[in-house]
């Protein structure tokens, strides 16, 4: 069934476009729809976490203003009228009467009036005992600052305040792995409250002090639990849990002490995780957590004695289970309405797709039965949109293509004189075609012309410098026969004046010579180059060079060389030395590279390397000199020595590195500005020499 679906897919138009549009629908949606579920239950698992972190710090909150309230309780019975003057009286009843009523309207678990050593004035039962030693006490009587916290009570001293209350404190461990069975925390954590009895001068005299004993104290949990998981704080299933862990033993919860839940969550232990990080770190912990009842996600913060010693932790969570049947049900419901939706949408694709490709699905059948030889037509089409008009633009159509073929039978009689025709057109392109290679033979005898040209050009600058040096030698010593004769030239006067026109016409076509062939520049032309641009229009001049020796150049410019200022037509001549240089010394397919880069000292380098057969060190020594040719017949010697000239006039260098066999790397360096330098130019430029009439000097 597949295969056949398919099959309509490659041949109908009409399957193609309803994949086309159902696809997204079918495939995208979905996806679409399983990613957003997945962001939704991130983002409601990370609330939920930071909703834990909250109702754990409002549950810590409350639980110390609750300590702060025993502490007021004390204060007002402490402070009161009465009590002052029962204290005054000795009134040993009515103050065991205050104490008691204390006792019961507040939820006091002990109270007592104590010494300044802790030993028992006034209790509201006995007057025999001693208070349990703490730095509380001793904080209180030092400071006289009412002071209140947590304290840990063996169950000897719970005995010493009353048997009932070690009875009262006693927690069934949970058989759980963590404890042997029937096993007892006889330990208690105690809300500690001390207030200091002054007399009329200021000074402390008596303590008050009194104990709400937290194991089992499900109504002071209850008080909590009510402030953070009030009404419509949870879900209608939902459950929230306070707690209060000693060591790592529930003591106390908010559930009922009648609940089966509140027996199993008494006593059980909590996670070694929470354990370490909370009493053996001291820090918070937040996380899903498995308690008596089922899965919460709960937090629990740090709680420390007045010692600051860690001794328990609060416990605060809500039940899981309800949330996620909650979310789980939402989700459902989500995705059964996604899925109806889907399946109209498909349906309704379905049958509107059929009824808009009839027509289509007629035309195809029209040119099937036109292929076959039929004249058929697609007739009356109801549809008015725009595949109804092209129906009956198709008939149109149909019938001018009828009238179409008549008219190319009769025109087929004059297909002769066409083919005449079309044959005159094709001669005449072929003579356009010989004429156009002709033209292409005549550029190509140019080029060779021009390398020829080029060739004379460096033949023509070591004539010119060759007759440079016997003219200056030659006026020189002119000059030196004028001094010696001291003014007794008048018989060879016209002869004096005919050798130093004849000198000065040799210096002229000398200077054409220099002029033409660029080997050594005759003016100062300086300006600011682009040095990138300069290489690029340089790699150009020489590429037909490169490319008769099928020689590779590539070019790395730096990102920004910025500009120079030099003679561009002297830089460009070094360049082309260079360049011509060193595709003479590659073998065929060899590699050129010519670079820019800046140094530290913003000088721009520019090197020029070649993969050739390099260069030994004997030859090396004399690569710059003048008439220095490694070429045998072929060069002049006098490219790099003029090129070196050039560079160190304007303050550059010119240095050469070459390995035999791996290659020579030519590199350039100039400055920004030139530092002109006419002594070394004197060497290889003709205008290092000033010549008149009448004096001759060597600068």
């Known amino acids: 069934m597949n295969i056949r679906f398919f099959e309509r897919v490659r041949h109908s138009f009409r399957y193609k476009l309803l994949l086309l549009v159902l696809l997204p629908l079918l495939v995208f949606i979905p996806v679409l729809v399983v990613f957003s579920l997945e962001r939704t239950y991130s983002f409601a698992a990370a609330q939920l976490a930071h909703k834990v972190h909250t109702d754990i710090n409002v549950a810590r909150a409350s639980f110390m203003r609750q300590q702060e309230k025993y502490l007021q309780a004390i204060s007002r019975l402490a402070e009161s009228h009465a009590f002052y003057l029962a204290l005054n009286r000795e009134d040993v009843e009515r103050i065991k009467n205050q104490l008691q009523l204390l006792k019961v309207t507040e939820g006091f678990d002990f109270v007592h009036v104590v010494d300044l050593k802790g030993g028992w004035l006034f209790d509201d039962s006995t007057f025999v005992g001693e208070a349990k030693p703490s730095p509380l006490i001793e904080d209180v009587v030092h400071s006289g600052v009412p002071r209140v916290g947590l304290e840990l009570y063996s169950s000897a001293y719970l005995i010493r305040e009353h048997a009932s209350l070690a009875r009262q404190a006693r927690v069934l461990l949970a058989n759980d792995g963590r404890a042997e069975a029937n096993n007892i925390e006889q330990r208690a954590m105690v809300v500690r409250a001390v207030y200091p009895i002054k007399n009329n001068r200021g000074q402390t005299i008596a303590l008050m002090e009194g104990g709400v004993l937290l194991n089992h104290n499900s109504a002071l949990l209850k008080t909590i639990h009510s402030l953070v998981y009030g009404p419509g704080a949870l879900p209608k299933e939902g459950k929230g849990l306070v707690s209060v862990v000693l060591d790592d033993v529930r003591v106390a919860t908010n559930l009922s002490q009648k609940s089966q839940e509140e027996v199993r969550t008494l006593g059980s232990h909590i996670p070694k995780a929470v354990h370490e990080q909370v009493i053996e770190r001291g820090e918070s912990w937040v996380g899903e957590v498995t308690i008596p009842g089922g899965l919460y996600l709960a937090g629990y913060q740090p709680l420390h004695d007045y010692r600051n010693n860690v001794i328990g932790m609060l416990e605060a969570g809500y039940l899981v289970a309800p949330l996620k049947q909650a979310y789980l049900r939402d989700m459902v419901m989500f995705g059964v309405l996604l899925l109806l939706i889907v399946v109209f949408a498909t349906l309704f694709g379905i049958l509107g797709a059929r009824r808009m490709f009839k027509p289509i699905e007629r035309m195809a059948d029209v040119v099937r039965a036109q292929e076959e030889g039929d004249d058929l037509r697609i007739g009356e089409i109801k549809s008015r949109d725009e595949i109804g008009a092209l129906a009956r633009r198709f008939d149109h159509m149909l019938d001018l293509l009828h009238e179409r073929n008549a008219e190319i039978q009769r025109a087929a009689d004059n297909l002769e004189q066409q083919v005449e025709e079309r044959t005159r057109e094709l001669k005449l392109k072929n003579t356009h075609l010989k004429d156009s290679l002709e033209l292409l033979r005549k550029t190509r005898s140019q080029l060779v012309m021009a390398e020829k040209f080029s060739a ?119 360049l082309i030395n260079l360049l011509i240089n060193a595709i003479h010394a590659v073998d065929k397919r060899g590699t050129i590279r010519i670079s820019t880069q800046v140094s530290e000292n913003d000088d721009v380098m520019i090197r020029v390397a070649d993969d050739g057969e390099g260069i030994d060190r004997d030859t090396i020594d004399r690569i710059f000199d003048p008439f220095y040719s490694t070429k045998g017949n072929v060069g002049t010697g006098l490219g790099l020595s003029v090129s070196y000239g050039l560079i160190h006039r304007y303050g550059g260098n010119l240095e050469v590195s070459s390995k035999p066999g791996k290659g020579t790397v030519f590199t350039v360096t100039l400055r920004r500005d030139p530092k002109l330098s006419p002594q070394v130019h004197a060497l290889f430029d003709l205008h290092s020499y000033e010549f008149n009439r009448d004096e001759v000097r060597h600068e």
Request: proline share 3%; glycine share 6%; aromatic share 2%.
């Open 456 to 574: 004379l050009g460096e033949l023509t600058a070591g004539i010119a410098h060759e007759i440079n040096n016997p003219t200056a030698v030659i006026l020189g010593n002119m000059d030196i026969v004028i001094e010696e004769l001291n003014g007794a030239t008048g018989p060879v006067a016209t002869e004096v004046s005919l050798i130093y026109e004849q000198v000065y016409r040799i210096r002229n076509i000398v200077e054409k010579l220099l002029k033409y062939s660029r080997a050594s520049p005759i003016s100062l032309n300086l300006e600011d180059v682009d040095v990138k641009k300069l290489v690029e229009d340089t790699v150009m001049l020489v590429r037909h060079e490169a490319e008769r020796k099928h020689a590779v150049i590539i070019t790395e410019p730096s990102a920004d060389n910025g500009l120079i200022r030099i003679d561009a037509q002297e830089l460009q001549q070094v």
